[in-house]
């Protein structure tokens, strides 16, 4: 298990060296595959090459209308007069859930003796001339590499968020 420190650090220099050419669909599932690169702790001149794929499914769009039915359990109850202000002022409450998958049972793990600069450099090169549009190049901490797929599934929300808000719109779904 992770200490809160070990997580943390791993969030912080995780990168993402390549992300994929499309985002999250709005009205379907989407697979990212992955290479995530890292040096093994007790290695020198090695790095391991994980690769295998998220699935991120349709985002779901979640709507407060219920709230007046939920109990917050240990919250003020003027939450819910705040929330009901909020909704009368205008203001769309809903936002988007989405769920990821992450599938071990289809990674693979390859160790290669160079250095993680060449090891990424020929990463790059690669996934350039494949065009592979779904491929992300992450370099992460070795025994939290989880935690770099989690950095990029984050990000992808983040940056797919607008385009499914305006898909929605769009139908006028929300």
């Not at 070990?6 to 499309?22: I, S």
């Not at 090459?49 to 499914?57: K, L």
């Not at 039915?69 to 859930?97: A, C, M, N, W, Y």
Request: with cysteine; charged share 30%; aromatic share 8%.
């Amino acid at each position: 298990m992770l200490s809160p420190d070990h997580f943390q650090y791993a969030m912080e220099t995780t990168k993402v060296l390549h992300e994929p050419d499309r985002r999250i669909e709005t009205f379907g599932a989407t697979r990212f595959a992955f290479e995530i690169l890292s040096e093994p702790m007790d290695s020198v001149g090695k790095v391991c090459i994980r690769r295998g794929e998220v699935e991120a499914q349709k985002p779901q769009l979640v709507k407060p209308e219920g709230f007046q039915d939920i109990e917050l359990e240990g919250f003020d109850p003027k939450v819910l007069k705040v929330i009901e202000h909020l909704r009368k002022q205008g203001l769309d409450l809903s936002f988007l859930q989405y769920g990821f998958q992450f599938k071990r049972s289809e990674v693979s793990t390859e160790i290669i003796h160079d250095r993680l600069e060449n090891v990424s450099e020929k990463a790059l090169e690669a996934v350039r001339l494949s065009g592979n549009p779904s491929l992300a190049i992450i370099e992460s901490v070795d025994d939290a590499w989880e935690v770099g797929i989690m950095k990029f599934t984050l990000d992808m929300i983040m940056k797919s968020s607008e385009i499914n808000r305006f898909d929605l719109k769009r139908r006028g779904l929300i």
